[in-house]
């Protein structure tokens, strides 16, 4: 039975089974691979996608489970408000260095900015420590929310 | 680590400056730059055909753009974007406006010139190029002038360049490189080309952006992982989880029935699900039910490991310093000795590792991310028994390296399962097979005797005992029973002993195989001497800072690091209980760096970072962003290996599995990191690996100040620094 899911504001179908995470059904049927593989067992975060504008690791959640709902990745992420500023603010600061966990940091970071506008150092602890840079970017990251955060809303 | 060229094969200036290009643009590699080219996984071999292609590195189309054809790998140093500021730099082009390839596999043409291959490791990628690279595009630039002169005819010493343009300014004419890029083609570059003074630079010692990073905000960024090929199937693979084990039997009944899976292919030691997906590749794996042939590593345990490296590490090595009398230097004043152990180390990079692979009858085709090209074109050649000629291989950005792609075995592995594939096969490795099955950071024990007399060290006898990897990876890094890189921070003693001797003793642990891990010996090497050197001036009733300056008069560069960590730190304030300040200098890869770790350490022996003040003297700093980037993160690497990173053995095979039992730091246990960047116009040091050196020697100083525990072992055990029990 085909699954449609909306990603990134598109209406996607493909068969799969339902109990397929959505991560390989983005990175391997639908050839997005902007969202990446870490570790399979949401510990790391690389994986992070939005359902519903939240943010959540795909590498454990079943297709099956977010049918209906709204999908939004690291390719959709610069079309909303959040998402640009983190983006830009990335960039401004110089971030990323491999690159490969930043997908996740990204949307994760977006969906902190969206749900608190005004994140402080707890509020970005919380949102953010779901989130493992091998890089070690922590630093930088902390200071791109904040200045991502200071940013008018364009 | 102190490999002098001469001692190596390297790429001599003419190979550069008069070397073809062979292969090409072969992969999907995108920068902004560069329109299109994303995922389009093969490209026809590129010809220069209209090009001014004047060496290996740098061709100039008729448009005008400039493509610069990266030796190195980018797995996130930001070398790319150093080395691209360095040719352009003496190209004078244009910045905005320069596009980034790939090079392919070739020694000839982009061997390391520290090393003779096509490698990235050891920090070196800017200082082993640092002037080829300048040389190259100096004999570019030298050409166009010369191209323009000849068509104004006028001496090209009346011309200048700058943004791709060759200016006259006597006539006020100017010519862009693209228009040029075809008369200079037919140019011969001078033969002593010259450089730019440092004094002229308009890029190099600018922090500029990152030419790789754009594209890594918004996902189409390309790593190996990331290779999709029309018709290919993706495979995942469990290898024996003992060390040198064999497949047995195999039951694959429940296997076969999963939707999806394709195929499952039985190795020598590894099986392989080949399916529709990676979801079915791993649940066919999850499935199986293998007997193993577990072989002689089936009771290995790190207990037998430890037992053996330290008997090995009782007896004599291999001489590979001694200067002065080590048994007068000895036998004078008050004598001190340690012995200090480090633990295996998964590399982890966030990538797992992969490689797809389409071979045919007559060709392999590779698609990953590595950090030895030439290798893995070799290896993967020899595993389809096929002509090195006839194997491409197409590299990616990394997703971080650490060392671990320094290795040829993902690439080998996966031709061995593409063997039994019609088509492309992408094979990724689950993270447990990454962790369970990596090339480790080596188990390392050093002992260090010292004596005392005045405050001062008279005698120090250092023996290094571990792996010998350059053995395996280089040989001739490994002569008279030394291991270069296992010894290298040991021989680069930055303080002024007179009587200073260091050994070697080789001790391979069984089963395990070891290999290098962002930092290699020095890692060992700092951690040893700097701890040792905090107990040394305790012992001597000195400051751990004091102490130092006190033998590091003929070591001006480090001083100064030194002196500015201690202003920057607030070195010497009080400090709440349980709190304190570490200090660890080092040399290591020709970068002269300070650095103070504050640290807090609670009732419970947990250790929390407060602050991290690091000072460094690069010599001349490229992008002197990056050196700071990379300081943090590397800060970052090491300081986590020494909270928590230990791989343990048990039964033959590794305990851990994944990041719940391989833990990283994480953003919430982040300190403040500060880097100072000293000004200096010395030639550039090594960079991407220093930081991970700096931090757990720094760390165990400043537990050891905050508790007066002295820990001699990593990771941090935190029994022995708790609080007394009330």
Same mark, same amino acid.
């Not at chain 2, 230990?646 to 990041?659: A, C, L, M, P, Y």
């Given at each position: 039975?085909?699954?449609t ?9 493909f ?5 397929m ?8 049927v639908?050839?997005?691979t902007g969202?990446?593989?870490g ?7 690389a994986?992070?996608?939005?359902i ?7 590498c454990?959640?079943?297709?099956g ?7 939004t990745?690291?390719e ?5 408000p959040?998402g640009?500023?983190?983006q830009k ?15 996740g940091?990204i949307?994760s ?12 150092d707890?509020?970005i ?7 493992i840079c091998?890089?070690?970017?922590y630093v ?6 904040k ?5 008018r809303?364009s | 680590m ?7 094969q390297?790429?001599?200036r ?9 292969g ?6 995108h920068l902004p730059v560069?329109?299109?080219?994303v995922n ?11 090009k001014?292609?004047p060496n290996?590195l ?5 448009s ?19 080395i691209?500021m360095i040719?352009?730099?003496e190209?004078?082009?244009?910045f905005?406006?320069?596009?980034l ?5 070739? #020694? =000839?043409l982009? $061997?390391n010139?520290?090393? @003779? *291959?096509q &490698? ?24 166009l002038?010369?191209?323009a ?11 200048t360049?700058a ?7 006597e006539s006020g ?6 228009e040029?890029a075809l008369a200079?083609?037919s140019e011969v570059p ?13 890029l190099i010692g600018?922090?500029l952006?990152?030419?790789?990073t754009? #594209? =890594?905000?918004n $996902?189409?960024?390309?790593? @190996? *992982?990331? &290779? ?9 693979i469990?290898t024996?989880?003992?060390f040198?084990g064999k ?10 029935k999963?939707?999806?899976v394709?195929k ?5 030691d590894?099986v ?14 999850d499935?199986l ?9 089936a009771?290995l ?11 090995a ?8 310093k001694?200067v002065?009398d080590?048994?007068k230097?000895?036998s ?8 200090y ?7 982890a990079?966030?990538e ?5 692979v ?10 990953t991310g590595?950090q030895?090209?030439?290798?893995v ?6 595993a389809a028994?096929?002509p ?7 590299n990616?950005?990394l ?17 061995r399962?593409?063997?039994q594939v019609?088509?492309p096969?992408k094979?990724?490795w689950?993270?447990?097979e ?12 050093d ?9 001062k ?5 250092y023996?290094?005992s ?6 395996r ?8 029973g030394v ?8 021989i680069?003693?930055p303080?002024?002993?007179p009587?200073?001797h ?10 395990v195989?070891?290999?290098f ?6 890692n060992n090497n700092?951690f ?5 050197m905090d107990?040394l001036?305790?012992?001597?009733g ?5 102490f130092r ?7 001006p ?11 920057k730190?607030?070195w ?12 660890s ?7 002269f760096?300070a ?6 350490v609670?009732?419970q022996g947990?250790?929390?970072l407060r602050?991290v003040?690091c000072v460094?003297d ?6 002197p ?5 990379q300081?943090?993160?590397?800060l ?9 990173g230990?791989v343990t ?5 590794v305990?851990?599995s ?6 990283m730091?994480?953003?919430d246990q982040?300190?403040k ?5 000293i000004q200096s ?6 960079i991407?690996?220093?930081g991970?050196?700096?931090?757990p020697?720094?760390?165990?100083n400043?537990i050891?100040a ?6 001699r072992?990593?990771p941090?055990d935190r029994?022995?620094?708790a609080?007394?029990?009330?």
């Amino acid at each position: 039975m085909a699954t449609t899911l909306t990603i990134n504001g598109e209406a996607k179908s493909f068969e799969v089974p339902a109990e397929m995470p959505l991560l390989w059904v983005l990175r391997d049927v639908l050839g997005m691979t902007g969202t990446k593989f870490g570790c399979g067992i949401a510990q790391c975060g690389a994986c992070t996608v939005h359902i519903d504008g939240k943010a959540v690791r795909s590498c454990m959640l079943p297709v099956g489970a977010v049918r209906g709902r709204a999908v939004t990745t690291i390719e959709g992420i610069g079309a909303t408000p959040a998402g640009a500023k983190v983006q830009k603010a990335w960039l401004e600061l110089e971030v990323i260095q491999c690159g490969y966990c930043q997908s996740g940091q990204i949307m994760s970071a977006s969906a902190l900015l969206a749900a608190t506008p005004n994140p402080d150092d707890s509020d970005i602890d919380a949102a953010m420590a779901g989130n493992i840079c091998r890089c070690g970017t922590y630093v930088r990251i902390r200071a791109a929310i904040k200045q991502a955060a200071s940013q008018r809303q364009s | 680590m102190i490999l002098a060229e001469k001692n190596f094969q390297g790429v001599s200036r003419r190979t550069l400056l008069t070397g073809g290009l062979a292969g090409g643009f072969l992969l999907a590699f995108h920068l902004p730059v560069r329109a299109g080219a994303v995922n389009e996984p093969v490209q026809p071999p590129d010809d220069t055909a209209g090009k001014f292609a004047p060496n290996a590195l740098i061709r100039i189309d008729s448009s005008g753009t400039t493509t610069l054809v990266m030796p190195q790998v980018e797995m996130g140093q930001g070398v790319y974007t150093s080395i691209s500021m360095i040719l352009a730099e003496e190209l004078d082009a244009d910045f905005a406006r320069v596009a980034l390839e790939h090079a392919p596999p070739s #020694d =000839k043409l982009y $061997g390391n010139p520290m090393f @003779g *291959i096509q &490698a990235t490791g050891n920090s070196n990628s800017i200082r082993a190029w640092w002037p080829h690279l300048r040389t190259a595009g100096a004999g570019a630039r030298a050409m166009l002038v010369q191209a323009a002169a000849k068509q104004w005819q006028v001496d090209p010493a009346s011309c200048t360049t700058a943004n791709s343009e060759v200016m006259h300014k006597e006539s006020g004419r100017t010519l862009s490189y693209g228009e040029l890029a075809l008369a200079a083609s037919s140019e011969v570059p001078p033969k002593d080309v010259p450089l730019k003074d440092p004094k002229d630079f308009v890029l190099i010692g600018k922090p500029l952006k990152r030419l790789d990073t754009p #594209d =890594k905000v918004n $996902g189409k960024a390309i790593y @190996g *992982i990331d &290779a999709m090929l029309p018709n290919m199937k993706f495979a995942t693979i469990k290898t024996c989880p003992v060390f040198g084990g064999k497949v047995g039997k195999v039951d694959d009944s429940a296997a076969k029935k999963i939707p999806g899976v394709q195929k499952i292919v039985v190795s020598d030691d590894f099986v392989a699900v080949v399916g529709d997906h990676m979801w079915a590749a791993k649940k066919g794996v999850d499935a199986l039910v293998i007997d193993w042939n577990e072989g002689p590593n089936a009771q290995l345990s790190s207990s037998d490991i430890w037992r053996d490296l330290r008997a090995a590490s009782e007896k004599d090595g291999a001489v590979a310093k001694s200067v002065g009398d080590i048994a007068k230097g000895l036998s004078t004043g008050d004598r001190v000795e340690a012995a200090y152990e480090l633990p295996f180390l998964a590399h982890a990079t966030m990538e797992p590792i992969n490689a797809t692979v389409h071979l045919t009858a007559d060709s392999c085709e590779i698609w990953t991310g590595t950090q030895v090209m030439t290798r893995v074109q070799s290896e993967a050649a020899k595993a389809a028994g096929l002509p090195v000629e006839k194997v491409i291989v197409n590299n990616h950005l990394l997703g971080g390296g650490f060392g671990r792609k320094l290795e040829a075995d993902m690439a080998v592995a996966a031709v061995r399962i593409a063997k039994q594939v019609d088509g492309p096969v992408k094979v990724v490795w689950t993270r447990e097979e990454d962790i369970q099955h990596d090339v480790y950071r080596p188990v390392y024990r050093d002992t260090i005797a010292a004596t005392l007399a005045d405050g001062k060290i008279v005698g120090w006898k250092y023996r290094v005992s571990g792996s010998a990897i350059m053995a395996r990876w280089f040989p001739p890094g490994f002569q008279k029973g030394v291991d270069i890189d296992g010894v290298d921070s040991a021989i680069d003693m930055p303080y002024d002993i007179p009587n200073f001797h260091v050994e070697f003793v080789r001790a391979e642990p069984p089963g395990v195989p070891t290999g290098f891990w962002r930092g290699v010996g020095p890692n060992n090497n700092v951690f040893a001497i700097e701890s040792f050197m905090d107990e040394l001036a305790k012992k001597a009733g000195k400051d751990p800072i004091e102490f130092r300056r006190g033998m590091l008069a003929k070591n001006p560069r480090l001083l100064a690091a030194l002196n500015l960590a201690a202003e920057k730190s607030g070195w010497g304030q009080p400090l709440p209980d349980r709190v304190g300040r570490g200090v660890s200098v080092q040399p290591s890869f020709a970068s002269f760096i300070a650095t103070v770790v504050e640290a807090e350490v609670d009732q419970q022996g947990e250790v929390k970072l407060r602050r991290v003040t690091c000072v460094v003297d690069t010599g001349i700093a490229v992008n002197p962003d990056t050196v700071r980037a990379q300081l943090e993160g590397g800060l970052i690497f090491g300081l986590t290996a020494a909270l928590y990173g230990e791989v343990t053995i048990d039964k033959g095979r590794v305990q851990q599995s994944n990041f719940n039992d391989y833990r990283m730091l994480r953003i919430d246990q982040a300190p403040k990191i500060e880097v100072h960047v000293i000004q200096s116009g010395e030639a550039p040091g090594g960079i991407g690996e220093t930081g991970v050196t700096a931090g757990p020697p720094a760390l165990r100083n400043a537990i050891y100040a905050a508790t007066g525990v002295a820990l001699r072992r990593l990771p941090i055990d935190r029994s022995l620094i708790a609080g007394k029990k009330s």
